[in-house]
T-cell receptor, first 113, second 112 residues
Framework: QKEVEQNSGPLSVPEGAIASLNCTYS??????FFWYRQYSGKSPELIMS????GDKEDGRFTAQLNKASQYVSLLIRDSQPSDSATYLC?????????????FGKGTKLSVKP | SQTIHQWPATLVQPVGSPLSLECTVE??????LYWYRQAAGRGLQLLFY??????ISSEVPQNLSASRPQDRQFILSSKKLLLSDSGFYLC???????????FGQGTRLTVV
């Protein structure tokens, strides 16, 4: 059974701080990794994608991938109250023409003003 | 640009009634299409995915079925709803395996 694990939280950080969200996955051959943000009652929206080891930065967001440790993380710098949401880690492995995108249960982030 | 449409936004159905949820994608050809369900307090569960017309893969055996009658249309159906079918149903697409997937607005289904 392919699994994606996340700490459910809630993770509470003060406004302006760095929020660190972590995710581990079980399938060693996973090839694509994504972070989604989901506000309450809304559908997930894509924040970051990462495909190779190392860091990828986009504005206040940095995704980090370590395939040897089967670990992916998301850092949010200068956290804002509007960042309060559930963050979903998603992992895809694919062979041939089919790909399964498997999600973790999400980490709830609360940014306090 | 590509857009994904999902309807209806909310639905209340009695136990034993049929279900049909529709999802369409605009602005792309031959997308991969996915149906997910998110039950209250739980993660996203992949139900079905499709790589082409008439090609459906099922991830979880249940009383739901999916069909892809056209390239950019994906339909989720049930002949008889159960209480346990309640949840937030999400359609998603991507251009090819391994690429970023984008979600529709979702349908919140309550079975009563």
């Amino acid at each position: 059974q392919k699994e994606v694990e996340q700490n459910s939280g809630p993770l509470s950080v003060p406004e302006g701080a760095i929020a660190s969200l972590n995710c581990t996955y079980s399938d060693r051959v996973s090839q694509s990794f994504f972070w989604y943000r989901q506000y309450s009652g809304k559908s997930p929206e894509l924040i970051m994608s990462i495909y190779s080891n190392g860091d990828k930065e986009d504005g206040r967001f940095t995704a980090q991938l370590n395939k040897a440790s089967q670990y992916v993380s998301l850092l949010i710098r200068d956290s804002q109250p509007s960042d309060s949401a559930t963050y979903l880690c998603a992992v895809m492995n694919y062979g041939g023409s089919q790909g399964n995108l498997i999600f973790g249960k999400g980490t709830k982030l609360s940014v306090k003003p | 640009s590509q857009t994904i449409h999902q309807w209806p936004a909310t639905l209340v159905q009695p136990v034993g009634s049929p279900l049909s949820l529709e999802c369409t994608v605009e602005g792309t050809s031959n997308p991969n299409l996915y149906w997910y369900r998110q039950a209250a307090g739980r993660g996203l569960q992949l139900l079905f995915y499709s790589v082409g017309i008439g090609q459906i893969s099922s991830e979880v055996p249940q009383n739901l079925s999916a069909s892809r009658p056209q390239d950019r249309q994906f339909i989720l159906s049930s002949k008889k709803l159960l209480l346990s079918d309640s949840g937030f149903y999400l359609c998603a697409w991507n251009t090819s395996p391994g690429t970023e997937a984008f979600f529709g607005q979702g349908t919140r289904l309550t079975v009563v």
